[in-house]
């Protein structure tokens, strides 16, 4: 990643230095017809995977934004950095507004970093578009006028797998053990999942809150083996995922797994034959929508592999940007969410189109459940999952599977 970091999308060392070569004034004017946005996300650590991809998408966004003509005749500079962790997520970010003229944040996967740039946000009073991290408590009771929320929350994650568990009998009277990211994305997603546990009939029959520097779950999976539950369940992240189904097939347990949050960069590191069970999905590249097919069959000449979810998230995420600026004619943070509540519609690569709640700031959109594969199904290793029916079914409204005001603190 150190040939991405602190990359910037716009290809324009040449112009810069024409600018050099003619005068301060130049400079100034390359300035004021460039976009610059601030782009965070995590190159390094347990979610160092899915950054790389998320650079990848939104670099590949910036490119097609400007070779169609920029933003009203404006061209996107993305400038992407490594929030490693909020505290250095923070700096990082005060410092794209302060010294690199960005006029909107974007980014991060890491709920508790997204949390940190949100502070900053609503602070300078800047837009946030916060791509990847799932956390109610952002959409919740940390929700601010400045933060913009895309990708799917912890909620609708286990509305989506757990409406496919009913379905399959393993739910009622089934008891569960979970373990869950001790962070405040595995926190929060344990409250989502416990609400669901008790609200159709299942039991918890035991937690464990895991470090996200753990590699090691054998301790966990003998305390699974005495306790002999129904199902066991993961309220993991990144590459503790990973780690924890490569172990848990090694062990031979014979509880059916499944999860709450998985992404397929995670996924597809975990190996042929390792993964099994049912799990969440935003988005995936076989997808039967012809935009997707689109995108991914550019995306796959481009990198030659197809795109993971957060290089699908990142994509849209600054079209739907583009998108809103060239409608409200403007790159003000003020004008840009004033759009955004009033329920402008967006193409997400999806069969539905897509839209921001006024109230809370969450992008209202499909999710799916997925299964695994067998072997013999696969075309190739990225071809690992089989998706389920997108939640909500066709001709119910999206927000069914969102919370509502009443279950929803936030307070804009």
Same mark, same amino acid.
């Given at each position: 990643?150190?040939?991405?970091?602190?990359?910037?999308?716009?290809?324009?060392?040449?112009?810069?230095?024409?600018?050099?070569?003619?005068?301060?004034?130049?400079?100034?004017?390359?300035?004021?017809?460039?976009?610059?946005?601030?782009?965070?996300?995590?190159?390094?650590?347990?979610?160092?995977?899915?950054?790389?991809?998320?650079?990848?998408?939104?670099?590949?966004?910036?490119?097609?934004?400007?070779?169609?003509?920029?933003?009203?005749?404006?061209?996107?500079?993305?400038?992407?950095?490594?929030?490693?962790?909020?505290?250095?997520?923070?700096?990082?970010?005060?410092?794209?507004?302060?010294?690199?003229?960005?006029?909107?944040?974007?980014?991060?996967?890491?709920?508790?970093?997204?949390?940190?740039?949100?502070?900053?946000?609503?602070?300078?009073?800047?837009?946030?578009?916060?791509?990847?991290?799932?956390?109610?408590?952002?959409?919740?009771?940390?929700?601010?006028?400045?933060?913009?929320?895309?990708?799917?929350?912890?909620?609708?994650?286990?509305?989506?797998?757990?409406?496919?568990?009913?379905?399959?009998?393993?739910?009622?009277?089934?008891?569960? !053990?979970?373990?869950?990211?001790?962070?405040?994305?595995?926190?929060?997603?344990?409250?989502?999942?416990?609400?669901?546990?008790?609200?159709?009939?299942?039991?918890?029959?035991?937690?464990?809150?895991?470090?996200?520097?753990?590699?090691?779950?054998?301790?966990?999976?003998?305390?699974?083996?005495?306790?002999?539950?129904?199902?066991?369940?993961?309220?993991?992240?990144?590459?503790?995922?990973?780690?924890?189904?490569?172990? !848990?097939?090694?062990?031979?347990?014979?509880?059916?797994?499944?999860?709450?949050?998985?992404?397929?960069?995670?996924?597809?590191?975990?190996?042929?034959?390792?993964?099994?069970?049912?799990?969440?999905?935003?988005?995936?590249?076989?997808?039967?929508?012809?935009?997707?097919?689109?995108?991914?069959?550019?995306?796959?000449?481009?990198?030659?592999?197809?795109?993971?979810?957060?290089?699908?998230?990142? !994509?849209?995420?600054?079209?739907?940007?583009?998108?809103?600026?060239?409608?409200?004619?403007?790159?003000?943070?003020?004008?840009?969410?004033?759009?955004?509540?009033?329920?402008?519609?967006?193409?997400?690569?999806?069969?539905?189109?897509?839209?921001?709640?006024?109230?809370?700031?969450?992008?209202?959109?499909?999710? !799916?459940?997925?299964?695994?594969?067998?072997?013999?199904?696969?075309?190739?290793?990225?071809?690992?999952?089989?998706?389920?029916?997108?939640?909500?079914?066709?001709?119910?409204?999206?927000?069914?599977?969102?919370?509502?005001?009443?279950?929803?603190?936030?307070?804009?």
């Amino acid at each position: 990643m150190s040939d991405l970091l602190r990359r910037s999308v716009l290809k324009g060392g040449a112009a810069l230095a024409g600018a050099y070569a003619i005068g301060m004034p130049a400079i100034v004017r390359a300035q004021s017809d460039t976009i610059k946005v601030g782009h965070l996300t995590p190159m390094t650590g347990f979610l160092g995977a899915l950054g790389e991809y998320a650079v990848m998408g939104i670099a590949m966004a910036a490119e097609e934004i400007n070779a169609a003509g920029g933003v009203m005749g404006r061209r996107l500079e993305v400038m992407s950095e490594d929030s490693i962790n909020p505290a250095t997520a923070s700096t990082k970010a005060q410092r794209m507004l302060d010294r690199d003229g960005a006029l909107v944040l974007m980014g991060e996967i890491s709920s508790a970093s997204a949390l940190a740039i949100s502070q900053v946000a609503a602070r300078n009073k800047k837009l946030f578009l916060a791509t990847g991290p799932r956390s109610d408590t952002l959409r919740g009771e940390s929700c601010n006028r400045y933060l913009f929320c895309i990708d799917i929350p912890n909620t609708v994650m286990v509305n989506a797998v757990g409406s496919a568990l009913m379905r399959d009998g393993m739910v009622e009277g089934k008891s569960f !053990y979970t373990l869950t990211a001790d962070y405040v994305f595995g926190h929060d997603l344990l409250r989502a999942a416990k609400a669901f546990f008790d609200a159709h009939g299942a039991k918890l029959a035991g937690d464990e809150l895991v470090a996200t520097d753990v590699t090691d779950f054998s301790p966990y999976l003998l305390k699974i083996r005495q306790a002999r539950p129904d199902v066991v369940c993961s309220n993991l992240a990144g590459n503790q995922v990973t780690n924890l189904v490569k172990q !848990y097939a090694e062990f031979g347990l014979p509880y059916p797994i499944v999860g709450f949050n998985l992404n397929t960069a995670d996924a597809w590191a975990a190996g042929e034959g390792n993964l099994s069970g049912t799990w969440p999905t935003v988005w995936y590249h076989t997808l039967d929508v012809p935009a997707s097919k689109a995108f991914v069959d550019a995306f796959q000449k481009k990198h030659g592999k197809p795109p993971e979810n957060h290089a699908w998230i990142e !994509y849209v995420s600054l079209k739907m940007l583009a998108q809103a600026m060239n409608e409200a004619k403007s790159t003000d943070s003020e004008a840009l969410a004033d759009h955004f509540e009033k329920g402008a519609e967006f193409d997400i690569l999806k069969g539905r189109p897509a839209y921001f709640r006024a109230w809370d700031h969450q992008l209202v959109q499909e999710a !799916y459940p997925f299964t695994v594969k067998a072997a013999a199904e696969m075309k190739d290793k990225w071809d690992l999952m089989a998706l389920g029916p997108a939640v909500p079914a066709a001709g119910e409204p999206l927000e069914t599977i969102y919370p509502t005001k009443e279950q929803n603190p936030c307070k804009l």
